[in-house]
Every structure is written in C-alpha cells, then in structure tokens.
C-alpha cells in the first residue's frame, strides 16, 4: 500500500529529538525554529514527559469514557489554574479541528441558533464546521459548502457591528491568526466581539490551538492582548475578573501535548452539560491525560510563560533591525517575519545550509518562527545569525 500523498514534503527524516533539535537518520543536526507547526512546546522528548507518559503505560494506556479517569479531573484542575480559567469546564478530544468541531456544536445546542461569524484569513481545521469557518476554498469539498457561514473583515469592528446577529450562535475568532500569517487581532476588536457577542446571545470562541498554551508570553494570547496592566502576575487569576471579556470558549490543541494527540474545549459555566451532547472514543485517555499534565506542570515548573515572551521580545527586535525584513509581527514565541520577497528561497537556504526549520504560512511573503517554548538564547542566535547570512546572500545579489 502507497500513503495518499497529501503534503509536500522536505527531503529529511527525523530519527531523534532533544529539546529544540532534531536529528535525521544520517547524524545530521536540525534546529527546530518550527516545534512541528507549534506543537512542540516543553521541547522534544523531555525527561519528565517521557517518564511520565512511559509510568502511565506500564500502569494502564487506555479504557472508554464510560469509567472514571481521575487523571482527567487532575488534568481540568490544573488547566484551570494555569490558564486563569478555574472555574470553567474541560471536554477533552483528539486534534484542533474535532476541539473547533466541539465548540462550534455545544455553541448551537446552547443557543439553538445557526449561523457562525468567522475572519477572512482564518484556519479552524479540516472537519466538516471547522473548515467550513475556514477562509480557504480551497480546502472546502462541495458537501462543506455551508450557508450558515459569514466571513468578516478581520479587526473590522465596525463590519462586526453592521451585522445584525439574527440567528447568530457563535463568533470564532484565533487568538493569533497562524495559517493566515500571524495576524494579531486588536484588544478593541476582541472587546468588539465579546460586546456584540453578549448584546445578540451569541456565544465567543477563541481557538488558542495555535497560539496558547504559553506561547505568546500569556498562557492565552486573548488574555496577552486584552491584559489591562501591564507586568501583571503569570497567570492572572481568575483571569475573568479583569473586566468580564472572557470568552464563552476556548479551543486548544496542538502545545498542550507536546506532540501526543489531545485537545481540549474550554467551556464557561454558563453553558450546562447533558449526557450524550458531546462524545468521544479517544478523548481523555489515560496516556493523552498523563502528556497533558506533565506539559502543564513543565510549563509551570520551568516558568515557560515568562521565557516566551523574554525570548520572543529578544528575536523580534532583532529580527526588525535585519534590512530585507518588511514588518515583524507576533507576540512571545509566534512570530511572523513578512519580507519583501516570497519566503520559500528563504527557507529553504535556511534548512539545507543552516539545518533550521522554519514554518511557511498562506501570506506567501511570510515566515512563521514557532520554536519549543524552551528554546534558549544561545539558540535563538545561531537562528538570528544564520537568517540574517541567508537574508543578506538571498535579497541582495553579489556585486
Ligand atoms: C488555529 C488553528 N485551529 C485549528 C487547527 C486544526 O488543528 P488540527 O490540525 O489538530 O486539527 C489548526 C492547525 O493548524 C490551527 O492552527
């Protein structure tokens, strides 16, 4: 059997990690400037997460929703406390899109409305909803076409309030947009959205798959863009008291396994559970649990948060002062570098000559830099020093 070709792929094959490297089957050395499309977010094979994981195997790996998991009420509570979020309610799953997928539904069970306001530019997943609220036609087959669906300018908080909500039961917006090039959106607009949300009925979805987790240099990027004080503690708790523009629900994924399969759907406790609303095989397994929560208690122990934004602040600034850079954007660990010319020279000098990894994004001009939070400052230059040589070779031609 041949795989379904589906990705274009780099000629290499990763054999080994360690932290922000990997290492492919000839001995050859790669700094990961990627974390595997943000995913790796304690760095790769981390000891406590591999003893951790490898403990809960030899104990039990797997059995159905249908018993208790206390590995899942620990996994909730500490969720809770790190992210600001105590007093919300987790449903755990597998990936971004069936999290999105998630949310998307309770919202219409919720409200029993239909209709979903979602940004140009916006990557939500693969599944039937989630690609549906996806800007990209491209990835939408015939049976995803969905009527329900509005697209808005994204940070356009006046198209925003042109709407007039009939029917609305969601408004789902990333917290970083990613795929679409690392678009931040504004503290007016996520305060636009969270009014216009509360005045229709509707309910706010902030999909952190991509840019929570720690790496924007706040354990969610909402709470990164919407914070009032500045230097506040990490994480504010609870994070809602600031001025009540939470989200009614928050997706996440991808970091907080650090590359096993879990996601999660954080719900407000306004929204009230029934038996059989939502489901799942996989979801909340005893290993997908036992990854999680050594995730969350590395992010803590190591102080992740704070180191994102401390590394993040240290690439961006001098990132911006490299002469063929047009705009830097990004906040912590996810960063967006738009040059003037199209990035795929770019990086792929970097990969072949330098052995970085780097990520692309659907802005053809723009590089995504989604490093393991863990990434240290001596890394952080070999990457700057490596990127500034293949900007200078690249963008100007020899005399
Ligand atoms: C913001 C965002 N939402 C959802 C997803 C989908 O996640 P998954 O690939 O785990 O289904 C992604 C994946 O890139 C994403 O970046």
């Given at each position: ?34 974390g595997?499309?943000a995913v790796i977010s304690i ?166 798959i991509q840019?929570g987790y720690g790496r ?36 996440v994924a991808k970091g907080m396994g650090n ?36 995730v969350?208690?590395?992010i ?72 393991p939070l ?26």
């Amino acid at each position: 059997m041949n795989l379904f070709d589906v990705y274009p792929l780099f000629d290499i094959t990763p054999v080994n990690a360690q932290g922000c490297y990997l290492w492919d089957k000839n001995g050859t050395k790669y700094l990961d400037m990627y974390g595997g499309h943000a995913v790796i977010s304690i760095g790769h094979s981390h000891p406590y997460y591999v003893k951790t994981i490898s403990e809960q195997l030899e104990k039990i790996g797997f059995y159905s929703n249908s018993v208790k998991i206390p590995l899942q009420e620990e996994l909730a509570h500490k969720l809770g406390e790190l992210s600001g979020y105590p007093d919300y309610q987790l449903f755990l799953c597998n990936s971004g899109a069936e999290a999105n997928e998630n949310a998307l539904k309770l919202a219409s069970f919720h409200n029993k409305k239909k209709r979903i306001i979602a940004f140009n530019k916006s990557f939500h997943g693969r599944t039937s909803l989630a690609v549906a609220a996806t800007d990209d036609k491209s990835i939408h087959a015939p049976v995803n076409e969905n009527e329900n669906i509005i697209f808005l300018q994204f940070n356009d908080v006046e198209a925003l309030q042109r709407e007039n909500g009939n029917d609305v039961c969601a408004v789902i917006i990333e917290g970083i947009q990613g795929v679409g090039g690392v678009n931040i959106p504004t503290n007016e607009f996520l305060k636009a959205i969270r009014s216009w949300c509360t005045q229709h009925g509707a309910l706010m979805i902030l999909d952190e798959i991509q840019s929570g987790y720690g790496r924007s240099g706040k354990f969610f990027a909402h709470q990164a863009i919407l914070s009032v004080k500045e230097n506040s503690p990490d994480p504010p708790l609870p994070w809602r008291g600031r001025g009540g523009e939470a989200p009614d629900i928050i997706t996440v994924a991808k970091g907080m396994g650090n590359g096993f399969p879990v996601a999660g759907v954080l719900i407000s406790p306004e929204i009230k559970p029934k038996h059989g609303m939502l489901g799942t095989t996989f979801g909340g397994n005893y290993l997908a649990c036992a990854a999680a929560i050594a995730v969350l208690d590395v992010i803590k122990n190591e102080k992740l948060i704070q180191h994102s934004t401390e590394i993040g602040n240290y690439l961006m600034n001098k990132i911006s002062a490299f002469e063929s850079v047009r705009e830097v954007r990004g906040l912590g660990l996810m960063i967006g570098v738009e040059l003037e010319i199209p990035s795929a020279t770019i990086r792929t000098e970097l990969l072949n000559k330098h052995h970085i990894l780097t990520g692309s994004s659907s802005n053809k001009n723009t590089i995504r830099i989604l490093p393991p939070l863990t990434i240290t400052q001596q890394e952080a230059d070999i990457f700057l020093n490596a990127f500034k040589q293949v900007l200078k070779t690249t963008m100007i031609p020899a005399q």
